[in-house]
């Protein structure tokens, strides 16, 4: 079985930064993705970035130019580094990692609230 234990949510003020961490435990021999997605009140959860095991990423054009996601292969840990925020940037971030043969797994989601 795989957690994940997401961290760093909070309240920011629009134009602010804030960053995410999620570690993944449990019998993990590879990993396919990590990725990020949101889901604001009232609207489908949408992927925000994704990052592969050979390093390529993905992002959804409303953060590209302010999200970086990045990845610790040792810790099993991925990162969303968000900066300008915005209002519309509120959502709860849920991690999601893919493990070949095995399939997805979700983190339990981190409040972001970008609000002045």
């Known amino acids: 079985q795989v957690q994940l234990v997401e961290s760093g949510g909070g309240l920011v003020q629009p134009g602010g930064s804030l960053r995410l961490s999620c570690a993944a435990s449990?019998?993990?021999?590879?990993?396919?993705?990590m990725a990020w997605y949101r889901q604001a009140p009232g609207k489908q959860r949408e992927l925000v970035a994704r990052?592969?095991?050979?390093?390529?990423?993905n992002y959804a054009d409303s953060v590209k130019g302010r999200c970086t996601i990045s990845r610790d292969n040792a810790k099993n840990t991925v990162y969303l580094q968000m900066n300008s925020l915005k209002p519309e940037d509120t959502a709860v971030y849920y991690c999601?990692?893919?493990?070949?043969?095995?399939?997805?797994?979700w983190g339990q989601g981190a409040q972001v609230t970008v609000s002045s």
């Open positions: 990052i592969f095991s050979g390093g390529r990423t």
């Open positions: 999601n990692i893919v493990v070949p043969a095995v399939g997805g797994f």
């Open positions: 449990g019998t993990i021999f590879s990993i396919t993705y």
